[in-house]
């Protein structure tokens, strides 16, 4: 097995494939809890047994000692919940009951998994056939990697499993899953090294599993950074907390049914790097009983739109040198309605904006439409990026369109290549170091706010981009030539032709007429 991050696994397509065979009438919404909860209990098994296994050998008298686990960031598992358990009874009828058991087991012995992990696998409408061959076929993950790599083997199929369960709900399925693309595009942008990372909306928490693969990636330390998030969707907050805890990694995700804007669970949290997800557009967000809100410091939002209240609370929740990455509807970049105009105003010549990115359509399961980024900060006259101090940016702001980056990876969605991030990424950081930066035609543009005024505060990019250069063309002017005149002449024999055809019938019509 591969140990490269980033080298396909080759078996995650398939496990998908037959998994989503095994469904039978399951509607995805529902048949995804089903299979994740099993990949979920499969990794906190074997993470559990390799531990055992090692005590064993090195010290017997602690195999059975809870804290040699915990020391170790490792789910302690009771001998009813191991997989190796469930795998021997997994053809028996019971093996629902058996696995809402196991469980229940295991929140009891692990209080931060309390009320996690699906318990309904004895529910009557849940075969125990397939729930017999789901176990068979999760026991085909093979584990037989380098030490450390077991918790991204789990990780990857995991997210594959969440990304192609999005792409089969389609519209709901984009709730809880954010692409890749959109979210590596904005990681790379902010650079989240160091501090505290805080996703408002964080669905199943991709914007923070990629947070920790760029502090991996870039020689850090897993410790540096510190996640909050908040999610108002329950089985999204089980979602979100099972795909962490996969991973090891260790966050503050808490759950309410009312929401970041009516139960902020970090009232007092000032982020270094917020990046969210809002939902597009929510016109029913209760924004009347908010009318005198301390964080609506540039405009009150209007009540039957939320974006501009997703990006006053990301602002509000910034630290002095914070920085924040939005995905928002493209109206935002211009709607003049209910004083949307005036808040985007006030948030332009507040010096908050940073950088406003156009994304082409079809990057999301949830709409066909295509949407913006928003890139905020703070203090915008100085910064630190990882190791880089930041230039005094006042007075700027960067517009970059992407519309024509990605490739189709089937017949309704685009993704971004690497290359296609680190170009988006690069002109971003170049523009805010002062180091290599210029405008390109038809990409991207270091706009003044004299010139944004004289737009009337509209942030859509297309605006100030201008068009892309015309590309040479490297056939000398005499070949062109002599093609064009070739295609000329061919073109007028072929008329000539016509126009004898037509004199002859019409000829034809006047004599028998």
Same mark, same amino acid.
């Given at each position: 097995?591969?140990?490269?991050?980033?080298?396909?696994?080759?078996?995650?397509?398939?496990?998908?494939?037959?998994?989503?065979?095994?469904?039978?009438?399951?509607?995805?919404?529902?048949?995804? &809890?089903?299979?994740? =909860?099993?990949?979920?209990?499969? &990794?906190?098994?074997?993470?559990?047994? #390799? /531990?055992? @296994?090692?005590?064993?050998?090195?010290?017997?008298?602690?195999?059975?000692?809870?804290?040699?686990?915990?020391?170790?960031?490792?789910?302690?598992?009771?001998?009813?919940? !191991?997989?190796?358990?469930?795998?021997?009874?997994?053809?028996?009828?019971?093996?629902? +009951?058996?696995?809402?058991?196991?469980?229940?087991?295991?929140?009891?012995?692990?209080?931060?998994?309390?009320?996690?992990?699906?318990?309904?696998?004895?529910?009557?409408?849940?075969?125990?056939?397939?729930?017999?061959?789901?176990?068979?076929?999760?026991?085909?993950?093979?584990?037989?990697?380098?030490?450390?790599?077991?918790?991204?083997?789990?990780?990857?199929?995991?997210?594959?499993?969440?990304?192609?369960?999005?792409?089969?709900?389609?519209?709901?399925?984009?709730?809880?899953?954010?692409? !890749?693309?959109?979210?590596?595009?904005?990681?790379?942008?902010?650079?989240?090294? +160091?501090?505290?990372?805080?996703?408002?909306?964080?669905?199943?928490?991709?914007?923070?599993?990629?947070?920790?693969?760029?502090?991996?990636?870039?020689?850090?330390?897993? =410790?540096?950074?510190?996640?909050?998030?908040?999610?108002?969707?329950?089985?999204?907050?089980?979602?979100?907390?099972?795909? $962490?805890?996969?991973?090891?990694?260790?966050?503050?995700?808490?759950?309410?049914?009312?929401?970041?804007?009516?139960?902020?669970?970090?009232?007092?949290?000032?982020?270094?790097?917020?990046?969210?997800?809002?939902?597009?557009?929510?016109?029913?967000?209760?924004?009347?009983?908010?009318?005198?809100?301390?964080?609506? /410091?540039?405009?009150?939002?209007?009540?039957?739109?939320?974006?501009?209240?997703? $990006?006053?609370?990301?602002?509000?929740?910034?630290?002095?040198?914070?920085?924040?990455?939005?995905?928002?509807?493209?109206?935002?970049?211009?709607?003049?309605?209910? =004083?949307?105009?005036?808040?985007?105003?006030?948030?332009?010549?507040?010096?908050?904006?940073?950088?406003?990115?156009? $994304?082409?359509?079809?990057?999301?399961?949830?709409?066909?439409?295509?949407?913006?980024?928003?890139?905020?900060?703070?203090?915008?006259?100085?910064?630190?990026?990882?190791? *880089?101090?930041?230039?005094?940016?006042?007075?700027?702001?960067?517009?970059?369109?992407?519309? /024509?980056?990605?490739?189709?990876?089937? *017949?309704? *969605?685009?993704?971004?290549?690497?290359?296609?991030?680190?170009?988006?990424?690069?002109?971003?950081?170049?523009?805010?170091?002062?180091?290599?930066?210029?405008?390109?035609?038809?990409?991207?543009?270091?706009?003044?706010?004299?010139?944004?005024?004289?737009?009337?505060?509209?942030?859509?990019?297309?605006?100030?981009?201008?068009?892309? #250069? @015309?590309?040479?063309?490297?056939?000398?002017?005499?070949? *062109?030539?002599?093609?064009?005149?070739?295609?000329?002449? #061919?073109?007028?024999?072929?008329?000539?032709?016509?126009?004898?055809?037509?004199?002859?019938?019409?000829?034809?019509?006047?004599?028998?007429?």
């Amino acid at each position: 097995m591969a140990t490269n991050n980033n080298a396909p696994l080759g078996i995650e397509a398939e496990l998908f494939k037959a998994a989503d065979k095994l469904r039978g009438n399951m509607e995805p919404s529902d048949y995804k &809890h089903v299979v994740l =909860g099993l990949i979920f209990l499969r &990794h906190i098994s074997e993470s559990f047994e #390799a /531990k055992h @296994a090692e005590l064993m050998a090195e010290y017997p008298e602690g195999a059975e000692d809870r804290d040699e686990y915990l020391a170790d960031n490792i789910f302690w598992v009771p001998k009813e919940a !191991r997989w190796s358990h469930l795998q021997a009874n997994a053809k028996q009828p019971t093996i629902g +009951k058996l696995i809402d058991d196991a469980m229940l087991a295991i929140e009891k012995d692990n209080p931060s998994l309390k009320g996690v992990l699906p318990k309904d696998y004895a529910r009557p409408a849940l075969s125990a056939i397939m729930l017999g061959e789901l176990i068979d076929l999760i026991a085909n993950i093979s584990t037989r990697t380098e030490k450390g790599q077991e918790r991204d083997l789990f990780g990857r199929v995991y997210e594959y499993f969440l990304k192609e369960f999005a792409g089969s709900e389609g519209k709901r399925g984009g709730e809880f899953y954010t692409p !890749r693309s959109v979210v590596k595009t904005m990681v790379e942008m902010l650079q989240p090294y +160091k501090g505290r990372v805080y996703d408002p909306c964080c669905g199943s928490g991709g914007m923070f599993v990629q947070s920790e693969r760029f502090v991996e990636a870039h020689g850090g330390r897993i =410790g540096d950074i510190a996640i909050y998030g908040q999610e108002s969707n329950h089985t999204t907050w089980r979602l979100c907390r099972m795909n $962490l805890a996969v991973r090891g990694i260790d966050a503050d995700i808490r759950w309410n049914a009312e929401g970041s804007f009516h139960k902020d669970e970090f009232p007092s949290l000032k982020a270094d790097f917020i990046l969210a997800n809002p939902p597009f557009n929510v016109s029913d967000w209760g924004g009347e009983r908010l009318r005198d809100d301390p964080r609506w /410091k540039y405009g009150v939002p209007p009540r039957g739109n939320a974006n501009f209240a997703w $990006l006053q609370h990301i602002l509000h929740h910034l630290s002095p040198t914070g920085t924040a990455g939005v995905v928002l509807a493209n109206g935002s970049m211009s709607s003049t309605q209910s =004083g949307e105009g005036e808040i985007r105003k006030a948030m332009i010549e507040g010096e908050v904006v940073d950088c406003m990115i156009a $994304l082409p359509g079809q990057l999301f399961y949830s709409t066909q439409i295509p949407v913006c980024l928003w890139f905020l900060a703070r203090d915008k006259s100085n910064g630190i990026a990882r190791d *880089r101090k930041l230039r005094d940016r006042r007075g700027e702001i960067l517009f970059i369109d992407a519309r /024509k980056l990605g490739h189709m990876v089937d *017949r309704t *969605r685009r993704e971004f290549s690497d290359a296609d991030i680190a170009k988006i990424a690069d002109t971003y950081h170049a523009w805010r170091e002062g180091e290599g930066y210029a405008d390109v035609p038809g990409f991207c543009k270091a706009a003044t706010l004299e010139e944004v005024r004289q737009h009337g505060y509209v942030l859509t990019p297309g605006r100030y981009v201008g068009i892309e #250069a @015309a590309e040479e063309d490297e056939t000398p002017f005499a070949e *062109r030539f002599a093609s064009l005149q070739e295609q000329l002449d #061919a073109q007028f024999a072929e008329a000539e032709a016509l126009t004898a055809r037509i004199r002859e019938r019409l000829a034809g019509v006047v004599v028998h007429g």
